[in-house]
C-alpha cells in the first residue's frame, strides 16, 4: 500500500526473549522508495548495552551534502532476486500493445524513446536496487551466524544479571568470534586467489574496494583557475578530452558508390548480437545490462527485430544512444588532485547502442567480403 522495502539484514536478530530464552527478529526497518537508496551500512550495535530486550539499530543515510558518495562501479541491480517469470508475464501483456505502437509511429526518434521507456518501467517494477553496505560478505557462512546469534543470547543474559562471570564469558565468545571471522576471510581470500583467472580481475577488484568513494576534489581549469561547482568540473574535463578541433575525415567517393550493397537484417544477426554480449560488464549509461537486454530481447523479440531493422535501414543514429556516463576515476599517491592528469575517466556506452553497433559491424564485415572496393585501402 505505502510501497516500502524492508532494509534490515537477514538473520540479524534484533530482540532476545528472557523467559522463553531465545532470540528473534521483531525490530523492523522500513523505507519508502524515495528514501531507500540513501541507506547504507544498516547493523546491531553490538557495543551499546542497554537494559531492554531490543537491540540497538544504527544506519546511516548518505545525502548530497556528504564528502563521500556511493561507488559509481558497484553493481546497481539485484538480479539474483528479481522474478524473472513475473517480469516476462508484464512484457508479454504489453507486447500487442507495443507493436501495435511501433508499426503506427513514423517519427525514428519516438519509436526509440518509447521503447527505453517501456523498458525502464518494466525494470523500475520487477528488478531493485542492490544494498551494498560495508557488512555485505560473500565469506559469510552458517558457522559465523551460530556464533553470532550466542553471542547476542549470552549478551542478553548479562543485560539481566549484570555479573562479573557473565561479562568473562561474553569477553571470551566475542574473541573467538572475531578470531574465526579473521580466519574464514584470511581462508577465502586464499582460495579465491589460487583459483582466480584473468576474467576474473574485476571480481578481484570487488572484494577490496570501498562501498563509499570522496567527492571531487576542486579542479583547475586551463587558465589554473578552480572550479568548485560540479557542473563547472565536468565541462572542465569534457574541454580537456574533446578538442573541438578534431575533425573525421569522409571518402565521399565511397558513400556515392550505389555498387555496394547492404545486406538486410535478420533476426539471427539480431539475436547473436544480444546473446553473445559480455554480461559481468558494468552497468551503461541507460543503466541496463546485457542481463536485462537478454530477459528483454526473449519476452518481445518481435518488437527488437522490427526496431532494429528499420533503424539501420533508414542510417538512423538515435542521439539518446550516443550519449555516455563518464567514470571519473583518481590515480593513486598524487600530491595535488587539482590538476586533470591525476585522474582518468572511462566511458560507459549506451547498451542498445552497443547492440546496434555489433549490428553495423556484422553488415560491415560481411560487406568487405562480398566488395573488393572496400577492401583497397591505396
Known sequence: MHDCDLINTLNINTYHSYFKRSSSIIDLAFASRSVQNYIKNWHVNEDANTEFNHEVILFMIVTEKMKLIENSLNASYNLQKVDWKKFNMHLQKMKNEMIIKMRRTINLKTKVIYLIECIKNAVKLFVFKQRICAKSKLWWNDKLIEMQKALSSRKWIWKRCRTD??????MQMQNSYHDAIKLIKNQFWINFLNKVEEKKVFQTYKFIK????EKLFLIQN???????????????????????????????????NKSIQ??????????????FSALRKALESDDMSFVIMQRVYKSVLKIFNLMYS??????????????GTEIILKKLNKLNYSILKTYRIITLLNCLDKIAKKLIMMQLSYTAKMNDKLLNFN
Open 310 to 323: 528499420n533503424l539501420i535501414e533508414s542510417n538512423y543514429h538515435s542521439k539518446i544512444w550516443r550519449e
Open 165 to 170: 562471570d557473565a561479562w568473562t564469558e561474553i
Open 210 to 213: 570501498s562501498w563509499l568513494i
Open 262 to 275: 547492404w545486406s538486410r537484417i535478420i533476426e539471427r544477426k539480431i539475436k547473436h548480437a544480444i546473446n
Open 222 to 256: 586551463a587558465q589554473k583557475k578552480l572550479k568548485t561547482e560540479f557542473n563547472e568540473k565536468c565541462k572542465t574535463f569534457l574541454k580537456a578530452m574533446y578538442s573541438s578541433s578534431l575533425k573525421v575525415q569522409i571518402n565521399e567517393n565511397l558513400l556515392l
